[in-house]
């Protein structure tokens, strides 16, 4: 006899479906999550399947069945809690259903209310991957605008997409899960408009950024974490002071060392910053961060690199105001994942 299962019970219980990314189970009906790419994993024999999701913002998700994308763009506007169809009429068999987070947090926070898999049943997951990796950034990471045709398209949250971001398309390269710690705007002592209140490193350590609670580091542990900031810091002309922005750079690092003993941490630049602002950033993360750190630790125990992406080129179109397009994410998700084979051997 099949199994149905409602939302608010066994679907909606961690030993039948699998969160890969920050969830907060606080509250009984579901867990929520706000970072980009966070994913719902689940494995049924069935032949259709549903959602219900409760949206604290406008939302958008990718719906992926048996590793395919059937639907690119679901949207779900402030306050709305559906029910959604994701694929019906399937081959009577197991399957596989993901919903992986396009958008940022700063849109606002979703819940999970749980599968229906009509007549059919949840199965045990499939055992996790044994690679992972996490990425620590701004827009860039976050896949800001991406999927727009030009620079000049105003703004809409529907552009971004952080499944085909440069992290996301290393890590499937690679076999790897992975999160994305990463807000637009947000810099590493500075936002792009200057606030030195909105810091990457202040929320960093939070299971949801707009909220205080600390993520239990020990549940994602990863092989390589990837730190690409610094673009927001060197906006609009400025340079930052040399030692302000190190010791600062130096601080996270150590605190991603300390939670990730084993991890290889990869400091990265590019593509957007360029000129004075490109030679000084080079100059601040390379010299004062990497060399130093690894000069200060045994020679035989490196684990943290320095990673220069190409910087990108009009060729390959750009993505919203100038950040980086499809073609670019995939470049750089190519480079990222050949030295992270090269660093890990």
Sequence with gaps: MSEFITYESKCSDKAGVRYIGRFDFSDARGPKFAWPAS?????????????????????????????????????????????????????LGEHEVSIIVRTEFYLGTAQF???????????????????????????????????????????????????????SIAARDLEAEYIIVARSGFGLIRSYDGNKLNVLPEIYPRILPDKDDTWQFESFIPQVVVINLGTNDFSSGFIPNREEFTVAYIKLVNKVHKNYKEAKIICAIGPIIDGNALTVTRDYIKNDVVNKLNKDNEINNKWLYFLEFDHQVESDGYGINGHPSLKTHEKMGRSLADFIRKILK
């Design 39 to 91: 994913t719902i994993y689940a494995k049924f024999y069935g032949s259709s399947v549903s959602t219900k999701i409760r949206s604290l913002g406008d939302n958008y998700f990718i719906i992926i069945i048996d590793g395919e994308v059937v639907i690119n763009s679901l949207k779900l506007s402030e306050g709305e809690e559906k029910i959604f169809l994701l694929a019906s009429e399937l081959i």
């Design 113 to 167: 209310l749980g599968f229906d898999f009509d007549k059919g049943k949840i199965l045990t997951p499939a055992t996790p991957l044994n690679r992972r990796i996490e990425i620590v950034g701004d827009s860039i990471s976050c896949g800001f605008g991406n999927e727009a045709e030009n620079r000049e398209i105003e703004y809409s949250p529907k552009y971004d997409n952080s499944y085909l971001s440069y992290g």
